[in-house]
């Protein structure tokens, strides 16, 4: 018997609207790929596209089915009553908000990829929860982004009008027809229930655990990649509540703590020292913006955009591979001041972040130490101003402290989006140090290399967008480099200078040119320099690694600092070079450096590659597998530091606790 179109209209509408949810995350995965494409360019070739393809249909029927849930049950309720117009009407408009909302925030996730690297996660309510100039930013990039706004509204506009409505109402003729309609609606109810399942759990057998982000590397070769896989409702709906540590168990406490340890003993008896310190936190300052770093890439022609800061590396400690351990402000705090690095989310988005924490500031005000913390946005920005405070700095000095400094003009000198110019901060900065009592600690982090790239008005016909170059970064790290230079030049007239030792790195990277630092590993390079003006470390360039983790432990080594502390990374004055290494984490992936290679390791306890990073920049000879002596030596390390990470985040053991 030939089924009525009103007994199945209401089945094939759903099916045709899914569809149509299916082809808008296709178009947005295009937008995305195309703005980022300098960023995907070098991989794109040697990409199997079938494999490609298949996670990202897994990826978008996982988030489509997840956001139209609701419109599922309305569209497929086995129930007459739905098909009247009513209903009908209100189905339609869930669907059509709900997915815009799923356009929307993957074509802004396509802007916002060019600062952090990765899909956005639900930790980016937390990370911005406490700025107010947030529709300011956004008002800045949907005018330079406008195509993308204007792609937008078309896809919207294209789910209104080309939403497939059911045809007729059904009306109960009689007791045959009402069994029929009950019937096929009841079986594609029943069916779609388990299928749903499957699609939101990324697989039908009962072995396949749910998909997260991480499942999105096995379809690409770099961790860098998986963005292409994943879209961000996904990736957002995956991280909200959920507990971003655990234990790995990969070995016993014994044999974890013979192999690696993140407690540090007291390198020597000697005295400790009462030296200031200084660290300077550059907002987006990456090593590619040094001419001085770049010699390794033999270009002669390449002057950089710093020539204070390539001079000052001369007068410098620093190695030749030197990274960050994150790709946000908010992991750059953890890893440089308490030697924390950025594993899967950001430390203190966490709920790990109420553990006990010490640092720089919190182990040094032991032994009489004042700190003070100095940031020119407003007071609370970014969270910095608790993040200090629970790591033990005394003082926090932001823009409030900066406008009641009669020395300065105030507001006059705020950059009217973000913070106080880095030139006057830092002036500020300087001086009020010199009213602080002696030993001292330290911390500035700079603003003015930040969206929405701008520079005072009197340097924006000195500092102006070369030509031919589109990183509007560019100018800012040029005015931030002036900063600097007048920052010394204050310093040094001050009875404080030469009894201080000063550190100087970045944050995270960020809108990069060369393609040197747009790999895998190449968007971590980050400064890291120690310059002592008295001389005692002598200035140099050695050939190890570094990263931003070593820094807490360098400088209580330097000092001579005589406690056990909690410190992930390593004292690079006492350390040897081969011993030296780095660690981040990346869309799902470890990235462990040690002498040569660079290991990439998935989240599930896998070798995913290895390379030899310093013969294979690009990445592009993967050697896992041939190499196994190499691999099984990082592999141990790498997953005993993993699993020191992860219990002493769950287990609250961030500070050093005696074992008598």
């Known amino acids: 018997m030939k089924l009525k179109k009103s007994e199945i209209s209401s089945i094939v509408a759903f099916v045709c609207n899914m569809v149509l949810a299916y082809i ?37 029927t996982s988030a489509i089915l997840y956001t139209n849930l609701l419109f599922a049950l309305l569209m497929l309720l086995p129930c007459h009553f739905k098909e009247r117009p009513a209903w009908q009407t209100f189905a339609k408009w869930v669907f059509v908000v709900v997915n815009s909302l799923a356009i929307i925030v993957n074509l802004a996730d396509a802007v ?78 029943l069916v779609f229930i388990p299928l749903a399942i499957f699609g939101m759990r990324g697989g039908a057998t009962h072995a396949v655990r749910p998909i997260t982000i991480s499942n999105a590397n096995q379809y690409v070769n770099r961790p860098t990649e998986a963005a292409l896989v994943l879209n961000t409702p996904f990736s957002m709906i995956r991280t909200i509540g959920k507990h971003v540590f655990k234990d790995p168990q990969y070995f016993s406490r014994e044999e974890m703590e013979q192999i690696y340890t993140p407690v540090i003993q007291p390198s020597d008896t000697l005295p400790m020292q009462q030296k200031n310190v200084v660290v300077l ?57 308490s030697s924390i690095p950025h594993f899967i989310e950001p430390f203190f988005l966490t709920p790990a972040s109420l553990n006990q924490v010490s640092g720089i500031a919190g182990e040094l005000g032991k032994k009489g130490y004042y700190s003070a913390f100095f940031h020119g946005a407003e007071n609370g920005s970014m969270g910095f101003e608790a993040f200090a405070k629970t790591t033990g700095y005394d003082d926090y000095f932001g823009r409030t402290e900066y406008n009641q400094d009669k020395r300065f003009h105030g507001d006059d000198d705020f950059d009217g989006m973000w913070a106080i110019w880095d030139e006057e901060f830092l002036q500020f900065y300087a001086l009020q140090m010199t009213d602080m009592p002696q030993p ?60 201080t030792l000063f550190v100087i790195t970045a944050d995270h990277t960020n809108l990069s040119s060369r393609p040197e630092y747009q790999t895998d590993l190449g968007v971590f390079g980050a400064p890291i320099i120690f310059f002592d003006p008295s001389g005692e470390i002598v200035p140099e360039r050695r050939h190890c690694i570094a990263q931003q983790i070593d820094i807490m432990p360098t400088v209580l080594g330097y000092l001579h600092y005589d406690e056990p502390y909690v410190a992930f990374g390593t004292d690079l004055l006492h350390t040897p070079d081969a011993e030296t290494w780095a660690v981040n984490h990346t869309n799902g992936i470890y990235q462990y450096l040690k002498g040569d290679y660079l290991m990439q390791f998935t989240e599930d306890g896998q070798v995913k590659a290895l390379y030899d990073f310093k013969h294979d920049w690009f990445l592009r000879q993967n050697l896992h597998g041939t190499l196994d002596a190499v691999e099984a030596e990082m592999q141990q390390k790498l997953k005993a530091i993993i699993q020191q990470y992860m219990q002493r985040m769950t287990e609250d053991r961030l500070v050093y606790q005696s074992t008598k």
């Not at 195309?34 to 996670?55: C, D, R």
């Not at 890439?297 to 001079?311: C, E, I, L, Q, V």
């Not at 290399?449 to 100018?475: C, I, Q």
Request: glycine content about 6%; some cysteine; proline content about 4%.
């Open 24 to 60: 808008a995350y296709a178009i947005c995965r295009i937008a995305y790929l195309l703005v980022n494409y300098s960023t995907f360019s070098e991989g794109l070739g040697a990409l199997s596209w079938p494999t490609v393809l298949k996670g990202c249909w897994m990826f978008d």
């Open 281 to 337: 936190i550059l907002e987006s300052f990456s090593r590619e913006f040094m001419a001085a770093y770049n010699d390794i890439w033999n270009d002669p022609t390449y002057k950089g955009y710093a020539p204070f800061m390539d001079s000052l590396l001369q007068r410098s400690l620093t190695f030749d591979y030197t990274f960050a351990n994150g790709r946000k402000s908010i992991d750059g705090m953890p890893s440089i001041l």
């Open 440 to 499: 001292f600690v330290t911390s500035v982090f700079t603003a003015s290399s930040h969206h929405p790239f701008a520079v005072p008005e009197r340097y924006r016909d000195v500092y102006t967008d070369e030509p031919g170059d589109d990183n509007v970064l560019h100018k800012c790290i040029r005015y931030v480099d002036e900063a600097l230079r007048k920052f010394f030049e204050t310093a040094q007239q001050q009875p404080w200078y030469e009894n």
């Open 112 to 189: 916002y990829f060019q600062y952090t690297g990765r899909r956005t996660t639900a930790s980016v309510f937390q990370e911005f929860s406490h700025e107010d100039n947030l529709s300011g930013i956004f008002g800045v990039e949907i005018l330079n982004h406008w195509y993308l706004v204007v792609l937008g509204i078309l896809l919207i506009v294209a789910l209104i009008y080309l939403y497939v409505n059911p045809q007729g109402v059904f009306q109960l003729f009689n007791r045959k027809q009402f069994i029929r309609y009950y019937a096929i609606q009841t079986v594609c109810f």
